[in-house]
């Protein structure tokens, strides 16, 4: 069984500070692992994601999340928040020997609110 | 734009109703998915098509039926529905050559069951 898990239902920051959304994963064998976005009314957005190699990925609107192995986490960060972030912010996994498709398994979401 | 469209935006409907949300995908995917989306809960995976074919089902109810008549295409069948049911339906397409791919997604049918 694949899963990711992100403790936090919300987590607020002011604007101009740095961010960190958490998230663990559990899988069988090695993970492919992805962030999405998803603003107000809308459906969610790619922001990056881990195959394999460097451990810091960066990706869409300066986020970037490093990859842990040893502690099976995957932490989305920022170095300097903006109110146009606040969002929901969902992690996802994949197990790379899943025979179960390309479906992602996703977390329940954590919601950013930057303040002013 | 995702190049992934979803119609109606939004959909209420009674118990008795039989209703269809609609996606079509403009990416060249051959992969097509449909997730639930539920407040403070994790998406949860319903049916997945793979060219085509029907190849995941998540022990969804009878009452959701999904058809999917070419690839890019998808539907879902709505019938008998409860209130429960009420949530965020979103579509969702890749490529299944690229097994690290990302999924891209519609902006999501609300749909409300009074």
């Known amino acids: 069984a694949q899963s990711v898990a992100q403790p936090e239902d919300q987590v607020n920051v002011a604007e101009g500070n740095p961010l960190t959304v958490k998230c663990t994963y559990s899988?069988?064998?090695?993970?492919?692992l992805f962030w999405y976005v998803q603003y107000p009314n809308r459906g969610l957005q790619f922001l990056l994601k881990?195959?394999?190699?460097?451990?810091l990925v960066k990706g869409s609107y300066g986020f970037e999340a490093e990859f842990n192995k040893s502690q099976t986490s995957f932490h989305l960060k920022k170095p300097s928040a903006l109110v146009s972030d606040s969002a929901l912010y969902f992690c996802a996994v994949r197990d790379r020997g899943s025979n179960s498709g390309y479906a992602l398994n996703f977390g329940k979401g954590t919601s950013l609110l930057v303040t002013p | 734009e995702t190049g992934v469209t979803q119609t109606p935006r939004h959909l209420v409907m009674g118990m008795t109703n039989k209703k269809s949300l609609k996606c079509e995908q403009h990416l060249g995917h051959n992969a097509m998915y449909w997730y639930k989306q539920s407040a403070k809960k994790p998406l949860e995976l319903m049916f997945v098509?793979?060219?085509?074919?029907?190849?995941e089902n998540n022990s969804v109810p009878s009452r959701f039926s999904p058809e999917c008549p070419n690839s890019s295409h998808l539907f879902l069948h709505l019938h008998t529905l409860q209130p429960e049911d009420s949530a965020l339906y979103l579509c969702?397409?890749?490529?299944?050559?690229?097994?690290?791919?990302?999924?891209?997604f519609g902006e999501g049918s609300r749909l409300t069951v009074l």
């Open positions: 881990y195959i394999t190699g460097d451990n």
């Open positions: 969702a397409s890749s490529q299944l050559e690229t097994s690290t791919g990302e999924l891209f």
């Open positions: 098509y793979s060219l085509e074919e029907r190849v």
């Open positions: 899988v069988s064998g090695n993970p492919y």
